[in-house]
């Protein structure tokens, strides 16, 4: 039998289906992912926030059905910010970055 080896894309699918995961049971923090969507011969920026297991794209439409991806094209990403639910004007609500991308796969950086 064949062995099956994930892809880069494939790998950055479960990434974030494992980061909605560790959001739906912390509630009170909101993850932003930021990075790019590769296009032909160009980048668009990307940028998606998980907050209570869910994604949501402030740049392109998502996928909300499991068992598609979330992204349609190929992408990277570059750059994850945590911040404290729910975010106010008055208040900096920011807690931390990181560019690994396992480094939010540890539900003990979350808090």
């Known amino acids: 039998m064949e062995e099956t080896h994930t892809s880069p894309k494939m790998a950055e699918i479960d990434l974030i289906n494992n980061l909605e995961k560790i959001s739906s049971e912390i509630p009170n923090r909101i993850l932003k992912l930021e990075g790019f969507i590769l296009k032909q011969n160009h980048k668009e920026q990307l940028e998606i926030l998980i907050f209570k297991g869910f994604s949501s794209s402030t740049t392109h439409p998502i996928e909300i059905d499991l068992e598609k991806k979330v992204i349609e094209f190929r992408y990277k990403m570059t750059n994850f910010k ?9 208040e900096d609500n920011f807690i931390r970055e990181n560019q690994n991308l396992s480094f939010f796969l540890n539900q003990k950086n979350w808090i």
């Open 82 to 90: 945590l911040y404290k639910a729910p975010l106010t004007e008055t």
